[in-house]
């Protein structure tokens, strides 16, 4: 299973991108999912993530400005990223828990990150 990512970029300070993720390969089912992201010189940290249920969860740095959702139908996980700060500059990586059959457990799986840059 690999989760292949899009969306990424340069964008002035107060503009949008949307990242999405799709996972690729053998799935029965795919449980939480989310994006993480590492800034230069920083530890990586949650961005926000989704359960199947669409209950979601944000860091404090980006609620109100970054919305996360999923179409179960497709597998496929999205971060409309709004009002983006300087600050929002990192590599983004979506990770997706799967199940690759119904005896399966969930095993984690990441992409392999896409860089947003955002220019003051």
């Known amino acids: 299973v690999q989760l292949v990512e899009s969306g990424g970029g340069l964008v002035q300070a107060g503009g949008s991108l949307r990242l999405s993720c799709t996972p690729s390969?053998?799935?029965?089912?795919?449980?939480?999912m989310g994006w993480y992201r590492r800034a230069p010189g920083k530890q990586r940290e949650l961005v926000a993530d989704?359960?199947?249920?669409?209950?979601?969860n944000y860091a404090d740095s980006v609620k109100g400005r970054f919305t996360i959702s999923r179409d179960n139908a497709k597998n496929t996980v999205y971060l409309q990223m709004d009002s983006l700060q300087p600050g929002d500059t990192a590599v983004y990586y979506c990770?997706?828990?799967?199940?690759?059959?119904?005896?399966?457990?969930?095993?984690?799986?990441w992409g392999q990150g896409t860089l947003v840059t955002v220019s003051s």
């Open positions: 989704i359960r199947s249920t669409g209950s979601a």
């Open positions: 990770y997706a828990d799967v199940k690759y059959s119904f005896y399966s457990t969930y095993n984690e799986h």
């Open positions: 390969g053998s799935i029965f089912n795919v449980g939480i």
